[in-house]
């Protein structure tokens, strides 16, 4: 699926880095400038509120690229002209949205994006509608079952669990729920376009090289990071495995020129790896869904298939050690670390995390280098097979 770029973080130039200094400058002014009793306060800055609304209703789709006044986005979707207003009201104070006068709304850069980027819609649906809510729900969960690594209830019930009603874990779940499962796939495609989060990153850091290679991309979605690759390198074969209900809809008409060489295949990963003897596994963005428990059992499906000197490749978040990155990074990695926690009981890595889950899964899996490519929000963990 092919979605409109957003803002770049371009290879060439300082400026995310410039940025993030410059937020952070701002961020701490703001702090300075607040109340210490607001600090925490859950009213103080919740653009969610309203933004999630506004995109659930179809409001933000909806709204003409011209600007309008409030009746015209109530009656497109049938909804009541006050609600709407207190809503876009509200997202204007977030800069979504310009109240031009008292009647009448125009775009911002940010509703813009919002408007013309279904993917990015789909994103806000997952991330603010499916996964915050579950983190609201932490306290709740670890109150019921502490000590717990099972994703679903079995002794913690992650918020998730709780807010959907369900003791399936996540990813069953969806599987029972078609149109959730398709937008929680065109969300982590989608999500590949935010800065720092692009392909790019892992396809110029890691040496996939120029032979004739294979990749087998474990819990690959819907093959976005596969045609990535296979673009990036002519000669590599790719083998997209998904949960059967997400290679379904993978399986859209490839580009001519990747047809032969990026495949799809339903696997479990909790099940022995069919793939035996590829160069490569890639796990990107999937061991930081579930708890050390978990992550292990997906390792240790691989190890009948890896060959001497095979690689796992895991492309991920990583907790920075205590003042080693700026500290809106950190706040980025500890974000998506409290919303795994939520979503199944799971949370992102450390360096020695890595190594230690790697050591504990099997010896013979040596962690060989872990590096974060500047402006990459995902670090890459490179481990070689010693068997
Ligand atoms: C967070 S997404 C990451 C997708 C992709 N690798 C990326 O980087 O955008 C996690 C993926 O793991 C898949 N998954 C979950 N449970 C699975 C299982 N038991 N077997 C195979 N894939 C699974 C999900 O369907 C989803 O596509």
């Given amino acids: 699926m092919d979605y409109p770029i957003l803002q770049t973080d371009a290879p060439d130039s300082n400026a995310l880095?410039?940025?993030?200094?410059?937020?952070?400058l701002l961020d701490e002014l703001r702090g300075l400038l607040t109340d210490p009793a607001l600090l925490g306060s859950p009213e103080l800055r919740n653009p969610s509120m309203s933004i999630l609304a506004l995109v659930h209703l179809k409001?933000?789709?909806?709204?003409?690229?011209?600007?309008?006044?409030?009746?015209?986005?109530?009656?497109?979707v049938n909804r009541n002209g006050n609600i709407v207003r207190q809503l876009m009201s509200h997202a204007t104070t977030y800069h979504v949205f310009f109240q031009e006068k008292p009647d009448f709304f125009t775009h911002t850069a940010g509703s813009r994006?919002?408007?013309?980027?279904?993917?990015?819609?789909?994103?806000?649906?997952?991330g603010l509608g499916e996964t915050m809510p579950g983190t609201l729900k932490i306290a709740e969960a670890v109150s019921q079952n502490n000590d717990s690594e099972e994703p679903q209830h079995t002794i913690i019930i992650p918020g998730w669990n709780i807010q959907n009603n369900t003791d399936l874990p996540v990813f069953q779940a969806l599987a029972t729920m078609p149109e959730r499962a398709t937008l929680f796939a065109k969300a982590m495609s989608w999500h590949t376009q935010l800065p720092g989060y692009s392909p790019q990153?892992?396809?110029d850091h890691f040496p996939f090289g120029s032979g004739d290679i294979t990749v087998v991309d474990v819990g690959g979605g819907i093959g976005h990071i596969a045609r990535a690759l296979a673009d990036h390198c002519p000669t590599v074969q790719c083998i997209v495995q998904d949960r059967p209900e997400v290679i379904?809809?993978?399986?859209?008409?490839?580009?001519a020129n990747l047809q032969d060489r990026v495949r799809f295949q339903p696997h479990d990963f909790f099940q022995d790896q069919p793939v035996?003897?590829?160069?490569?596994?890639?796990?990107?963005?999937v061991l930081h869904d579930w708890s050390n428990k978990y992550a292990r059992k997906i390792l240790q499906a691989l190890?009948?298939?890896?060959?001497?000197?095979a690689k796992v490749v895991l492309n991920d978040h990583i907790i920075p050690g205590y003042g080693e990155a700026h500290y809106l990074e950190e706040r980025k990695a500890r974000d998506y670390d409290l919303y795994m926690l939520g979503l199944q009981n799971a949370q992102e890595r450390t360096p020695d995390e890595w190594k230690s889950l790697f050591r504990d899964t099997d010896s013979r899996f040596n962690v060989t280098k872990i590096s974060q490519p500047s402006k990459s929000y995902l670090s890459i963990v490179e481990v070689t097979w010693e068997g």
């Fill in 17 to 24: 880095a410039a940025r993030i200094k410059l937020l952070g």
């Fill in 59 to 76: 409001i933000i789709e909806n709204f003409p690229s011209e600007g309008t006044t409030i009746k015209d986005p109530a009656e497109r």
């Fill in 113 to 126: 994006v919002l408007t013309e980027n279904e993917g990015m819609r789909s994103w806000i649906l997952v």
């Fill in 201 to 203: 990153y892992l396809l």
């Fill in 248 to 255: 379904l809809q993978a399986e859209q008409p490839l580009p």
């Fill in 276 to 285: 035996h003897g590829a160069d490569v596994y890639l796990l990107r963005h």
């Fill in 303 to 309: 190890i009948p298939a890896l060959k001497p000197g």
